[in-house]
């Protein structure tokens, strides 16, 4: 599993020198890649459908007990199966889609990091290693929905995505190490296996807050559902990986993967059905307004998504079944639709399915797979589609808490579907024939083998659903934390949720044939609409804009004292905070204080109290160096004569590097006014009091034994030296002494450059400039 994962990424690497070998079919190579990890995934279903689950570990950070651990059961498997088959599926038709393209290279690195970054994600047993895939899938998603730079409203709709989920990974960070803290564990496989109940935990709540607010952004909850449809502005196949497998189902992944041990309380139930449900109509409601066919996609996505989570937020065993085979039909028949909505773009030249119409003639392939797909989506039997809307009716009809608001919701977002399936399906191929920009023709082979395989699935795996039955029972059991035998069945008999199928298919049908005059009528609430979500997250990110230019003008003036006063300033807040408030300071010391030494003192604090009231350069630099003198002899009155030589050196070639410096630059100016200049003699007092109490709260604490004891000891027997300090430069702290003398070399070297440095005082003329340019020839 590790060497499927990082071999992904070792292909993106290498991908720009595989196109130089072969071209367009670079594609179709690179799909061999999921296309063998599909096959692999496959020959490992038995043993896991037997077992329950694989799990392969590598040490990472073996001092944090951390490893590369990846787990495969029967959760994982279904996303890897997804992942893998569906980008094979999604790389041959990109290679038709964009061939001749120039940055197809680029394209292909950025998707086959997605895909590895996806594969690790849904693989990944330690919470670290899942947290790191996560923030892997938002970054390579990022670079693909912003592939075409050159747009401003693709890079616009690249930052809205990243924003917004890199934000929830920074909710979902809190909430993983929430997690392993209360759960001793970093590795989901022990968390699971753990005797204690992480619901009655103190920490509970605002950890699954964290996790969910992860987890909503990632799958586009609402409200922030609306980065999704604006990342259409990435290519079609893009697009097609993004709804069908990847990105968007991260969150759910996340969920059902969290669900038996933290699901099933009041908090979970509530927040995934309500958050769930407006989600699942908000997506459906939105579809039909939109003549753009990736736009209706992409909310029918939303709509998706958020029955994923209403069926979480359910939780039964019956729940998690529907949870698993709309999962499954939701992903074959997405991807199938935008492959194409890709062909359709591809060969008319507009997205807009009112343009179109007339076209099966020209495209009969093309619109029999869409018709196959479509029908999955409108849930019409024996498509899996069918399976799956049948079971989201039968659980939401057995749903404990908000049962009737739920219904109306669920009831409402299939008929919806059912027109937009329509939409999609009908409007393109049949009726009178409109020009398009482009003279439409039939898809190009690579591009037909993708959706053609997916809808046929869903056709296959609809007549004949026995053929999941190991998945399914392995994915819920996976999701519900214990073993569970589950199986999916075309006919369940007439029941409700079959009357309610049927009614919503009239229905549905009814508003596709008024939805031209439908969708004018909805036009009166795009005022509304204008001032969702959407709109507050622009409102939020112009306040970011304009705070940042406050702190910019008030912070970052250009002005060198200004930053060193904040800096200042907010060693003062944290430092002094903690040591007033967290920490008393600890002041136990002798004041035993002789003449001469207080003398040294003294004349030290003249020399800084000098230096920074001093008029002129030449009585700033004698008062630094009076006080560095005075440091020197304060090292040499407490027997540390090679420090005070030290001292002396680094001092004297200081005041020398000064002279020569200082001298060079303008006059002293005044800058400030006297209350700034008061200000900020206030701010130095209080950070030298600061570090006074800072240095004598460390004196007065010994939490270690000190290690001047070892010193004396050794010394002679192993430095072979009585001068102790002698011996601790250059035994003990052997590296530290190098240091020093390549700072004093530097020193010196810097002096001899500056004593045989020559100014010039009287620039050449410019003819004389221009005469010897001339003569000296240009090797540029």
Request: with cysteine; proline share 4%; aromatic share 10%.
């Amino acid at each position: 599993m590790q060497l499927a994962v990082l071999l992904g990424f070792v292909l993106a690497a290498a991908s720009p020198l595989l196109h130089r070998w072969c071209g367009d079919r670079t594609s179709s190579v690179l799909a061999l890649f999921p296309a063998l990890l599909a096959v692999w995934l496959l020959l490992q279903a038995p043993t896991v459908v037997a077992d329950g689950a694989m799990l392969l570990e590598w040490a990472w950070v073996p001092s944090l007990s951390i490893s590369l651990s990846f787990l495969l059961d029967g959760l994982s498997l279904l996303f890897g199966l997804l992942i893998t088959g569906i980008g094979a599926c999604v790389l041959v038709y990109a290679g038709e889609y964009l061939k001749g393209h120039p940055d197809l290279p680029r394209f292909h690195i950025a998707l086959m990091a997605f895909m590895a970054s996806m594969l690790g994600l849904v693989m990944a047993d330690g919470l670290l290693t899942l947290f790191v895939f996560w923030e892997l899938t938002s970054i390579t998603s990022y670079l693909l929905i912003g592939f075409n730079h050159s747009d401003v409203e693709a890079r616009k709709s690249a930052r809205q995505g990243l924003f917004v989920t890199v934000g929830g990974g920074l909710a979902l960070m809190a909430g993983l190490t929430l997690l392993g803290v209360v759960s001793g564990s970093w590795s989901l496989h022990e968390i699971g296996e753990l005797d204690i109940d992480l619901r009655e935990h103190a920490l509970y709540t605002p950890m699954l807050i964290c996790l969910l607010l992860g987890a909503f952004t990632k799958s586009a909850q609402f409200p922030f559902h609306f980065w999704l449809p604006n990342a259409m502005a990435a290519p079609t196949p893009v697009s097609a990986y993004l709804h069908s497998a990847t990105m968007v189902k991260a969150g759910i992944y996340l969920l059902a993967r969290l669900q038996p041990e933290l699901g099933g309380t009041e908090l979970w139930v509530n927040t995934l059905t309500l958050v769930g449900g407006v989600t699942m109509f908000t997506g459906a409601f939105m579809a039909i307004q939109f003549t753009n066919i990736k736009k209706l996609l992409a909310y029918s996505t939303i709509m998706a998504l958020g029955t994923l989570t209403l069926l979480l937020g359910i939780g039964t065993q019956g729940a998690i079944v529907a949870f698993v085979g709309f999962l499954l039909a939701h992903s074959l028949y997405k991807g199938a639709l935008f492959m194409v909505a890709g062909i359709l773009d591809h060969e008319t030249g507009t997205k807009d399915v009112t343009v179109m119409g007339g076209l099966r003639p020209l495209m009969p392939i093309t619109a029999g797979v869409a018709l196959l797909a479509a029908l999955s989506l409108a849930g019409v039997p024996p498509l899996l589609g069918f399976i799956g809307k049948e079971l989201m009716f039968e659980s939401v009809l057995g749903a404990s808490r908000f049962r009737g608001f739920l219904i109306v919701l669920a009831f409402a977002a299939a008929f919806l579907m059912i027109a937009v399936a329509a939409v999609v399906a009908l409007r393109p191929f049949y009726g009178k024939r409109h020009q398009t920009p482009r003279v439409p023709h039939e898809a190009p082979l690579a591009m037909l083998i993708g959706p053609a395989l997916l809808a046929g699935l869903s056709l296959i795996l609809g007549v004949a659903p026995s053929l999941l039955t190991g998945l399914v029972s392995s994915t819920v059991s996976a999701v519900v934390g214990e073993p569970v035998e589950a199986y999916l069945s075309l006919w369940h008999g007439v029941n409700l949720p079959l009357v309610m199928s049927v009614v919503s298919l009239g229905l549905g049908y009814w508003l596709f044939r008024h939805w031209d005059r439908v969708r004018g009528k909805l036009l009166l609430l795009a005022p509304i609409m204008r001032n969702g979500p959407e709109a507050g997250y622009e409102a939020i990110m112009a306040a970011f804009v304009r705070f940042s230019e406050w702190q910019t003008r008030l912070l970052q003036n250009g002005y060198m004292r200004n930053y060193i006063l904040v800096m200042l300033l907010t060693l003062i807040g944290l430092v002094g905070t903690s040591l007033l408030v967290r920490h008393s300071p600890i002041i136990a010391f002798e004041f035993d204080v002789r003449f001469h030494e207080a003398v040294v003192v003294g004349t030290m604090a003249m020399g800084a109290l000098f230096a920074a009231i001093a008029r002129s350069r030449l009585g700033a630099v004698v008062s630094v160096g009076a006080m560095g003198f005075s440091i020197a002899m304060i090292f040499i009155l407490f027997s540390a004569p090679d420090l005070g030589i030290t001292q002396l050196l680094v001092e004297t070639l200081t005041v020398i590097l000064l002279v020569l410096v200082l001298f060079r630059l303008p006059r002293f100016s005044n800058l400030s006014t006297s209350l700034e200049r008061i200000r900020d003699g206030l701010v130095a007092a209080t950070v030298g009091i600061l570090i006074c109490l800072l240095i004598l709260t460390a004196w007065s604490i010994q939490q270690f034994e000190p290690i001047s004891g070892y010193m004396v000891e050794n010394s002679v027997p192993l430095g072979h030296g009585l001068n102790i300090v002698n011996v601790i430069l250059v035994d003990y702290r052997a590296l530290d002494t190098l240091g020093e003398m390549f700072v004093l070399a530097l020193a010196a070297i810097g002096v001899i450059a500056m004593l045989k440095l020559r100014h010039d005082a009287s620039p050449p003329s410019v003819t004389e400039g221009k005469k010897t340019a001339a003569k000296e020839p240009y090797d540029g």
